[in-house]
Nanobody, 127 residues
Framework: QVQLVESGGGLVQAGGSVRLSCAAS????????MGWFRQAPGKEREFVAA????????YLADSVKGRFTISRDNSKNTVYLQMNSLKPEDTAVYYC????????????????????WGQGTQVTVSS
């Protein structure tokens, strides 16, 4: 009952910037937390960033702190991932996810808490 659509991915050279968007539709009034995950070829899916829908609490993986920023626009039901100073190791499929059941601010890194997932958008960083 919730649909998530990512956009903004593409090819960028190292050191460049990309902004990803994730638009939610459906029963969005039950959205409590939204997060970004990524999966590179041959690797497990890993946590990138998450944001609580009410308040300003955010949580970022150590590997992207200082380079990535997560933000939201509640009126547009959209979450953004601003990625700066991109590195080739950032190359991956980026997925957004939403938690429609839990509003607690803990375990934002845990993908098991999320209920809905988008289909992903490819980000490729060339050296």
């Amino acid at each position: 009952q919730v649909q998530l659509v990512e956009s903004g991915g593409g090819l960028v050279q190292a050191g460049g910037s990309v902004r990803l968007s994730c638009a939610a539709s459906g029963r969005t009034f039950r959205t409590y937390v939204m997060g970004w995950f990524r999966q590179a070829p041959g690797k497990e899916r890993e946590f990138v960033a998450a944001i609580r829908w009410s308040g300003d609490l955010t949580y970022l993986a150590d590997s992207v702190k200082g380079r990535f920023t997560i933000s939201r626009d509640n009126s547009k039901n959209t979450v953004y991932l601003q990625m700066n100073s991109l590195k080739p190791e950032d190359t991956a499929v980026y997925y957004c996810a939403s938690d429609v059941r839990n509003n607690y601010q803990y375990y934002m890194w845990n993908e098991r808490r999320y209920d809905y997932w988008g289909q992903g958008t490819q980000v490729t960083v060339s050296s």
